[in-house]
């Protein structure tokens, strides 16, 4: 049973996630962040995770901690429900081409968190969202989900673009990695035989 749930409170925000890595892509996220809840809907649907998520944070002052609280959020419960990583292929990789724009993610699952970003966004915002919260957000997936992460935006011209690449393209990548490895489905991944 690779599923997981995790609640986060402080003063800033609470937040409850929920997970099953062997599901179908299904979600159901609120945050009170509207594009923030498309980009998380888009990780769900491409990474084959069903994901769970109720946020409600300061978004009077702005949205930055209910984003990066989410992101710290779903990192733990992704650590939580791939236990000892025992026969998953913990690589995945993908170049995601939308419109005008080209992504490239690739990640390792290795207990080892670092975040590799050259993305540039044209415009300060998408509506009323800040793009570098895109950032914000996959520094906390991947320091609390014990990802090491690289994410580069080949081309783009358009901010929502970018950003959807962005989340869609880790979402492929992710599938790829939590995937049970049919070769080694008793072994964990790595040589050290842990991580």
């Known amino acids: 049973m690779r599923k997981a749930q995790i609640e986060r409170s402080t003063t800033e925000t609470r937040i409850a996630v929920e997970i099953d890595l062997d599901g179908s892509g299904n979600y159901d996220c609120h945050t009170g962040v509207g594009f923030f809840d498309h980009m998380l809907e888009q990780l769900a649907r491409h990474s084959l995770i069903d994901m769970t998520v109720r946020a409600e944070g300061d978004l009077h002052i702005d949205d930055h901690h209910t984003v990066e609280d989410t992101g710290i959020a779903l990192g733990q419960a992704l ?3 791939l236990a000892d990583k025992r026969g998953i292929r913990r690589y995945g990789a993908c170049l995601l081409p939308m419109d005008d724009t080209l992504v490239r993610a690739a990640l390792d699952l290795s207990a080892r968190p670092w975040l590799a970003w050259d993305v540039e966004f044209p415009t ?5 969202f800040d793009t570098e919260l895109v950032r914000e957000f996959f520094q ?7 990802i090491t992460l690289h994410v580069d935006a080949l081309r783009g011209i358009n901010s929502h673009h970018i950003a959807e690449a962005a989340f869609k393209a880790v979402a492929r990548a992710l599938r790829e990695a939590v995937e049970p490895d049919p070769r080694k489905s008793d072994a964990i991944p790595s040589t050290k035989g842990a991580l």
Do not use: D, P, V, Y
Not at 124 to 128: A, L
Not at 140 to 146: E, I, N, P, Q, R
């Open 79 to 81: 650590m939580r429900a």
């Open 124 to 128: 300060q915002k998408i509506g009323s």
């Open 140 to 146: 906390a997936l991947s320091t609390h989900g014990g």
